[in-house]
């Protein structure tokens, strides 16, 4: 036997024994870390349920409130439905009244009938009297077509032609009346050409007649002023009327039945520019162009043609410009004229209807505030026939008062400085003296003459190019934009920086619009015209809540400048680049 030990076995068991439970210790160790992230991501799953349903919770929060909303609204319209339905059905039930009383008193024996006519001790009724007095004032006032003349004096139709929801009598003598003499009498009251809608020549007058007339250039014609005392423009109290709350409360448009069927030659050898309606004679209107002309037309009958009674040359002392905007006085026997500031011209001039002749006619005055650039439009204020305003290419608002002296008038600077650009266009409120000013700038200024500050400041998207007052609510104005389909904007003097609505139009013609396209309201104020680069007068209802026009006319060959509302007849007047004047009468 050797001398080396017996090896001994290798102890395999009690190492693997050790392994395993090695192995359960990591498990025990890693089961606790495993719990602690299983946690974690349940508490963050149900963080963001939470956060889920929140956002859920609130946005059916949103939903049940405008739902709620549209309820409320929705019954209202509905009261307000059934209260026109109720008003609808007792006018009903008035009429058959009246139908059923006049139906007994045929049935009667005619006494009752003898026992009224006793009871009045004049044969002559109410109506007579007044239809005698009105043909007694227009005979006074104008010889042209006595007959024509006369049927001015019933009664005017409905809106949107009557403002104040009185007759005609009363509008005609509550104000001061020009005396026009017979165009019998007048050497140069020239007859125009009139076309109707075939292009068919109605005038007995040849057009020659006219040209050689203003070769000549005959004296014009004196128009004489009969003043009444005490009855200035200022003073008529128009009554105010809260319209903003039905614009855009109509599915449907009221629309308006037109006739375009006259079509006047307007004299004018070059394109034109104004045309502008007398405030206190409804037979007077003035249109002026680029060859620096002013014409006064005379209204014939209820629309049917126009008289040319005088043709003035207007251009400027020095540039021989022609005049940028014109507007009446408000006692209607003057037209004052801007022009441009530049090279030292004449900024205003003055055209004394009642003055024969045309040296003395016009005269200019010699202040010249506006400092550079067109001056763009002029107005008078509202408040105060003593006064008006201009707005330039200068940036400035400059107002005019009228000193010791029939034709003394003195500049004031409103402001320079709250426009960056030119001021397109300037308007008076007629409930304060506040003047509204429109410019390039995209900037609405409505600037408190009195106390001497802007109240009004609202920038928009777009420039501006126009502003316009409307007749009837005194808060309500509107401004004419540059951009397509959305030109004409509707804005509240009470709200700062709101549109109330919007209206517009495509133009077929041309993409961009133009500052010689204008607007006007009509006298009740429901409705607004707008030329167009197109040969179209549009017509909006502001009650409509749609954005486009209620109608288009198509009226001319070329571009529509101006379509304006007669006072007094169903008439709209119009003014295009085909040197034509449209008379349109509308039902």
């Known amino acids: 036997m050797s001398g080396y030990p017996p090896l001994k076995k290798p102890k395999i068991e009690i190492v693997e024994e050790e392994e395993e439970e090695e192995e359960e210790e990591e498990e025990e160790e890693k089961e606790p870390e495993e719990q602690n992230k299983d946690g974690e991501i349940d508490e963050q799953f149900m963080k963001e349920q939470e956060e889920a349903l929140l956002a859920l919770v609130d946005h059916r929060t949103k939903e049940v409130g405008h739902l709620s909303q549209r309820i409320m609204y929705y019954r209202s319209q509905l009261e307000e439905a059934e209260k026109r339905l109720e008003d609808t059905q007792s006018k009903l039930a008035r009429l058959r009244g009246r139908n059923a009383v006049k139906a007994s008193r045929n049935l009667s024996n005619g006494r009752e009938n003898v026992n009224t006519k006793k009871r009045s001790a004049s044969p002559i009724t109410k109506d007579d009297v007044s239809s005698q007095r009105n043909s007694q004032s227009h005979q006074t006032q104008a ?42 009498a007048t050497k140069n009251a020239q007859p125009v050409m009139t076309k109707e809608s075939g292009n068919k020549i109605t005038s007995s007058v040849a057009k020659s007649k006219g040209e050689k007339a203003r070769k000549k250039s005959p004296e014009p014609e004196k128009v004489e002023t009969q003043p009444n005392k005490g009855t200035a423009v200022k003073l008529e109290q128009r009554e105010h009327s809260d319209l903003i709350k039905s614009i855009g409360k109509s599915s449907s448009a009221v629309t308006i039945r037109c006739q375009t069927g006259c079509l006047l030659s307007s004299q004018h050898k070059r394109k034109l520019r104004s045309l502008v309606l007398c405030p206190t004679n409804d037979q007077l209107f003035v249109t002026s162009a680029l060859d620096g002309i002013v014409n006064l037309w005379q209204v014939q009958g209820r629309g049917s043609g126009a008289t040319l009674l005088s043709a003035t040359d207007c251009q400027s002392d020095k540039q021989r410009r022609w005049p940028e905007d014109i507007a009446w006085h408000p006692r209607g026997d003057k037209l004052f004229s801007v022009y441009s500031a530049d090279g030292g011209d004449s900024q205003i001039s003055i055209l004394n209807l009642n003055k024969g002749k045309e040296k003395t006619r016009v005269s200019f005055l010699e202040d010249k505030p506006h400092t550079k650039g067109i001056i763009n439009s002029i107005m008078f204020m509202p408040w105060d026939e003593k006064s008006f305003v201009t707005g330039g290419s200068d940036h400035a608002v400059i107002l005019w008062n009228q000193k010791d002296g029939e034709d003394v008038w003195k500049p004031k600077s409103l402001h320079r400085n709250h426009h960056s650009s030119a001021v397109m ?89 133009s500052a010689l396209i204008n607007q006007a309201w009509s006298p009740d104020g429901l409705y607004m015209t707008s030329g167009s680069a197109d040969p179209v007068i549009h017509i909006f209802d502001i009650r409509y809540n749609a954005h486009k026009p209620s109608q288009s006319i198509r009226a001319h060959q070329k571009r529509v400048f101006k379509a304006a509302w007669h006072h007094a007849l169903p008439l709209l007047i119009s003014i295009s680049s085909d040197l034509n004047i449209g008379l349109h009468k509308v039902n």
């Open 425 to 513: 266009g300037i308007a008076g409120m007629q409930h304060k003296n506040i003047v509204m000013s429109a410019g390039a700038d995209k900037r609405i200024i409505g600037f408190d003459a009195t106390t001497g500050r802007a109240d009004y400041k609202h920038q928009i998207d777009s420039k501006c190019m126009s502003v316009l007052p409307n007749p009837r609510d005194f808060n309500l104005f509107m401004v004419q934009t540059g951009t397509p389909e959305r030109q004409l904007r509707l804005y509240d003097l009470r709200l700062r920086q709101m549109e109330i609505h919007a209206f517009g139009f495509k133009q077929e013609s041309s993409e961009s619009q």
């Open 143 to 184: 010889t042209v077509k006595p007959s024509g003349d006369s049927s001015i004096a019933t009664k005017k139709p409905p809106s949107p032609f009557n403002k104040n929801g009185d007759s005609s009598q009363n509008q005609t003598q509550s104000r001061p009346q020009l005396l026009i003499p017979s165009v019998a």
